[in-house]
């Protein structure tokens, strides 16, 4: 018998996530979702004073998340927190969604979920809930997650990158008609012809099936646009500021560092609920409970590409083996649901 399921899809960090944060935080009468908003601002205020030394805490010192966004908006904050602010509106506008509407919480049995990049942070807290109560802790503990990730990509921008003018400039470029292994041989004729070190070579960081997406500092970007090789190819720079995706730079100690503040007790004891679905291999997850899994994200957003070509055939082969005919799209913070529904 024919099936039906919903598939959440969370997105990177490439959209514009402030009107709708602001308009989460215009919301009356959502009394989980002013708890929401009101912890994620607590942990991340917290974790900044914990992070930051005395004169960079004080600069970004925030009453409320309002106050955060516009500090965000106007400059005065880094890249570090635009990774915990889109993760805090993906769950944000999740927990709106269904606190207003009063729909059933999504079932094991009817739904997937799949997020892309950082992305997967909230895929993995709606994964392993039952209800929009017990998805509160989760998600605000997702959020101080993904502000610890952002710190960490942070750190290592600086460290790659630290005496740069161009902090602020995209670490990523769409390039269109260039396959894998042609940028690879491009990439490798390029850092012998430039001798750049290391840490600063480029990286393959997503594959899908008619374009690539390479990642390194900015110069280092440019630098590689501009080789008379790649004139045929359309590059697009995408807002992504900080590095990710990359084996060479990330190690498993940094994920091991970024889950400190998330211990196994209570985070293992709560169990997986809804399948989800990787952004690197298009199959379903086979994780027990919240800390693997979220390792399991972790490790995919900085040591592994994203690899949307093998989403965009392992998903439709598992939909055949479920016999799932109807596939409802819920996007958040991503136009993914456009190339999901072409290939479905």
């Given at each position: 018998?024919?099936?039906s399921?919903?598939?959440?899809?969370?997105?990177?960090?490439?959209?514009?996530?402030?009107?709708?944060?602001?308009?989460?935080?215009?919301?009356?009468?959502?009394?989980?979702?002013?708890?929401f908003?009101?912890?994620?601002?607590?942990?991340?205020?917290?974790?900044?004073?914990?992070?930051?030394?005395?004169?960079?805490?004080?600069?970004?010192?925030?009453?409320?998340?309002?106050?955060?966004?516009?500090?965000?908006?106007?400059?005065?904050?880094?890249?570090?927190f635009?990774?915990?602010l889109?993760?805090?509106?993906q769950?944000?506008?999740?927990?709106?969604?269904?606190?207003?509407?009063g729909?059933?919480?999504?079932?094991?049995?009817?739904?997937?979920?799949?997020?892309?990049?950082?992305?997967?942070?909230?895929a993995?807290?709606?994964?392993?809930?039952?209800?929009?109560?017990?998805l509160?802790?989760?998600?605000?503990?997702?959020?101080?997650?993904?502000?610890?990730?952002?710190?960490?990509?942070?750190?290592?921008?600086?460290?790659?990158?630290?005496?740069?003018?161009?902090?602020?400039?995209?670490?990523?470029?769409?390039?269109?008609?260039?396959?894998?292994?042609?940028?690879?041989?491009?990439?490798?004729?390029?850092?012998?012809t430039?001798?750049?070190?290391?840490?600063?070579?480029?990286?393959?960081?997503?594959?899908?099936?008619?374009?690539?997406?390479?990642?390194?500092?900015?110069?280092?970007?440019?630098?590689?646009?501009?080789?008379?090789?790649?004139?045929?190819?359309?590059?697009?720079?995408?807002?992504?500021?900080?590095?990710?995706?990359?084996?060479?730079?990330?190690?498993?100690?940094?994920?091991?560092?970024?889950?400190?503040?998330?211990?196994?007790?209570?985070?293992?004891?709560?169990?997986?609920?809804i399948?989800?679905?990787?952004?690197?291999?298009?199959?379903?997850?086979?994780?027990?409970?919240?800390r693997?899994?979220?390792?399991?994200?972790?490790?995919?957003?900085?040591?592994?590409?994203?690899?949307?070509?093998?989403?965009?055939?392992?998903?439709?082969?598992?939909?055949?083996?479920?016999?799932?005919?109807?596939?409802?799209?819920v996007?958040?913070?991503?136009?993914?649901?456009?190339t999901?529904?072409?290939?479905?």
């Open positions: 018998m024919a099936q399921r919903q598939l959440f899809l969370f997105g990177d960090q490439t959209a514009d996530f402030v009107p709708k944060l602001r308009s989460l935080l215009s919301v009356q009468d959502s009394p989980i979702l002013a708890a908003l009101d912890q994620s601002h607590y942990v991340v205020r917290a974790q900044t004073l914990q992070s930051m030394n005395t004169v960079d805490h004080k600069f970004a010192r925030t009453a409320d998340l309002r106050q955060m966004v516009q500090k965000y908006v106007d400059g005065n904050l880094t890249p570090a635009r990774t915990a889109v993760c805090l509106c769950l944000g506008c999740f927990i709106r969604e269904y606190e207003e509407s729909n059933r919480y999504p079932q094991p049995s009817d739904s997937y979920v799949l997020g892309f990049c950082m992305g997967s942070l909230a993995v807290a709606v994964s392993c809930s039952r209800s929009l109560s017990e509160l802790p989760i998600a605000v503990q997702t959020v101080l997650i993904a502000f610890r990730l952002g710190l960490c990509a942070l750190e290592m921008r600086d460290r790659v990158d630290g005496c740069s003018d161009d902090r602020g400039d995209p670490w990523s470029t769409i390039v269109r008609g260039l396959d894998p292994q042609q940028a690879r041989d491009q990439i490798g004729v390029f850092c012998q430039t001798n750049v070190p290391q840490t600063r070579r480029p990286w393959i960081s997503c594959i899908s099936k008619n374009a690539i997406t390479l990642s390194g500092s900015p110069s280092t970007l440019r630098a590689f646009c501009a080789m008379p090789e790649m004139s045929q190819h359309r590059t697009t720079p995408i807002p992504i500021c900080l590095p990710a995706h990359s084996g060479a730079l990330f190690t498993q100690a940094d994920i091991t560092a970024i889950l400190y503040t998330t211990p196994t007790i209570p985070w293992e004891q709560l169990p997986g609920q399948p989800y679905i990787s952004h690197v291999t298009g199959k379903i997850v086979q994780t027990t409970n919240y693997d899994l979220m390792e399991v994200a972790l490790s995919e957003t900085l040591l592994e590409q994203v690899r949307l070509d093998l989403v965009e055939t392992g998903l439709p082969r598992l939909l055949q083996s479920c016999r799932v005919k109807n596939v409802t799209m996007p958040f913070l991503t136009r993914m649901n456009k999901m529904s072409s290939i479905l």
